[in-house]
């Protein structure tokens, strides 16, 4: 086919296949949108006199190369299928972009138009699959820049990074959706080296006991997971002070030899009353430990210093954490992270800014203890099920039953067996979410039954809670119904190829409201049972009942 042929021409052969791997480090590559993002949009363009590139380009661009980074192309041009230019004028302007803005090590390009249905067109995630593997790295290594939602979209359907650098033509709804927003080239640029820079800790000298800190729920834990992991890289032993919440997700934590559980009620919403004598009893415990270091892990909105003036009471000699507040004699590292930084990575940056760094053979990813979860439930049925899990202990976070029960309905029609999990105190709403053709295993799965549940899905379909972090944690893909009242970039599935769906701009957005605050949860309930299925598709989930069911 003439189309095939002319975009194998248009594909550079430049790369190397056998080409060094980078130094360890968040990303390998960055891979930029053409129009829009690396140069004026002029639609179909197949006119090199007319390639004006954005301001501060070429600059930006070099810094990067410079950091070590390589850089590819990711372009739809549907012109080409719409005859609006030709194969050679596509390589002309190519040529000019280069020309004007240096070299790049690969282009991916999609020469089909939209009715085509192909697997390329951004926002599948073929051409960011496609420059990822030319460059010899991985779609999770790689943090793509552009200008519109169908750019982040295929980003993060195949498990990139995405920063969107809107234009005056950029929808407000997909920059809402967006999960980091930069002003120009220049700031997404900026953005990307701060993220390596923030994370990127010396070899550290091998030290004796470190207690680590994270409160709050399952998912807190696992978000904070590549951080203790890169503390349990440098230390003899790691003892995790976690609360009654996050137990069994730390039960789970690679890297972890010891847990003490407690809460701490500065940290838990709703905060129980302090009772001093549990103060008393929990700082004789942490004294202990013996510890020679502490680094407490907190999120954006939480305060590590109330824990730090146990710790010194504890006699704990060297304590780091993140504190915007003054931290006194109570922090002997205090570390600062800018805001819309995502979790992971700000557990990383405390970890580095103590000092410790992730081996060079340690994806940066969520990871879980995969040889301690139990057989899954028999009733699930052989892998490739769809997990979609309703509730949430967040009521705002939850999926609203109406659409839970309708997804289920759809992606049964469509072949997909869907199994429904949730907590003990949501049997009742799993049971009628299942009833529309689902498995019901509500109230059956500890957490490491529905991580081993999950393990064995062609995806999770959930809100912004826990179980969207033990997905990220086995590599499963998240179709995230996510209501917006925390940012999307700091809590979305880390690493791990998702869709988001839901409303970015509603008006719960950025509230961290646990009750909605506006009647009928209209982040989600708008939600239409159609897109998840669009959204397994573009994750390339086969149904694995051939043809669907009807009805
Ligand atoms: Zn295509």
């Not at 697997?119 to 010899?136: D, F, N, S, T, W």
């Not at 057989?375 to 892998?383: I, L, S």
């Not at 062609?458 to 209501?483: I, K, M, Q, R």
């Amino acid at each position: 086919m003439r189309r095939d042929q002319e975009r194998d021409q248009c594909r550079s052969a430049r790369v190397d296949p056998g080409a060094d791997r980078f130094p360890s480090g968040l990303y390998d590559a960055v891979l930029l949108d053409r129009d829009g993002t690396l140069v004026e949009d002029v639609p179909y363009n197949g006119d090199p006199e007319k390639v004006r590139p954005v301001p501060g380009a070429r600059e930006a661009l070099d810094r990067l190369r410079a950091a070590g980074l390589r850089l590819a192309v990711v372009t739809n041009q549907s012109g080409l299928a719409r005859g609006c230019f030709t194969a050679h004028d596509l390589r002309l302007v190519n040529a000019r972009v280069e020309e004007l803005l240096g070299p790049f090590d690969h282009w991916a390009i999609c020469p089909h138009a939209e009715a085509d249905g192909c697997a390329c067109r951004k926002p599948a995630p073929g051409l960011v699959h496609e420059a990822a593997a030319a460059l010899g790295t991985t779609p999770t290594r790689c943090v793509l820049i552009g200008d519109i939602g169908a750019d982040t979209a295929a980003a993060a359907a195949a498990g990139a990074a995405a920063i969107m650098v809107p234009t005056p033509a950029t929808r407000a709804a997909e920059v809402a959706a967006a999960p980091t927003v930069a002003a120009d080239l220049p700031d997404a640029v900026g953005i990307v080296l701060a993220r390596i820079r923030l994370t990127a800790a010396p070899q550290p000298a091998r030290r004796g006991t470190v207690l680590v800190v994270r409160s709050d729920a399952a998912g807190d834990v696992l978000v904070t997971g590549p951080g203790i992991r890169a503390v349990a890289a440098g230390a003899q032993r790691v003892v995790l002070l976690c609360g009654p919440r996050g137990r069994a997700a730390a039960e789970l934590l690679p890297g972890v030899d010891e847990i003490i559980e407690a809460p701490l009620p500065w940290i838990d919403a709703p905060a129980p009353p302090v009772d001093p004598d549990a103060v008393r009893a929990l700082t004789d415990r942490l004294a202990e430990v013996r510890a020679d270091e502490a680094v407490v892990f907190t999120s954006f909105h939480q305060s590590a210093l109330p824990l730090a003036l146990l710790l010194r009471l504890a006699g704990v000699p060297r304590i780091s954490a993140v504190s915007d507040d003054y931290p006194g004699s109570l922090l002997d590292v205090r570390h600062r992270v800018p805001a819309g930084v995502p979790e992971p990575e700000r557990a990383l940056s405390l970890a580095a800014a103590a000092g410790f760094a992730l081996p060079d053979h340690d994806e940066p990813a969520l990871r879980i203890r995969t040889d301690r979860l139990p057989p899954p439930a028999a009733d699930a049925g052989a892998p490739g099920y769809v997990v979609l899990h309703p509730g949430s202990s967040v009521e705002t976070r939850a999926c609203p039953e109406e659409l839970a029960t309708r997804v289920v309905r759809v992606l049964g029609a469509a072949g997909y067996r869907v199994v429904v999990t949730g907590g003990p105190d949501e049997r009742d709403l799993t049971a009628r979410v299942a009833a529309a053709g689902g498995v019901d295993l509500g109230g059956r799965t500890g957490l490491d039954d529905l991580a081993a549940v999950i393990a064995g899905a062609g995806a999770l379909v959930v809100g912004n809670t826990g179980p969207a972090h033990l997905a990220a944690a086995l590599g499963v893909p998240v179709v995230s119904l996510f209501a917006p009242t925390v940012p999307f970039g700091q809590w979305g599935p880390y690493r791990v190829p998702t869709v988001r769906l839901g409303d970015a701009g509603a008006a719960c957005r950025d509230t961290r409201a646990t009750v909605c605050p506006v009647p009928g949860h209209p982040c989600l309930s708008a939600v239409e049972p159609g897109r998840v299925l669009e959204a397994l598709r573009l994750l390339r989930v086969p149904a694995p009942v051939a043809g669907g069911v009807a009805g």
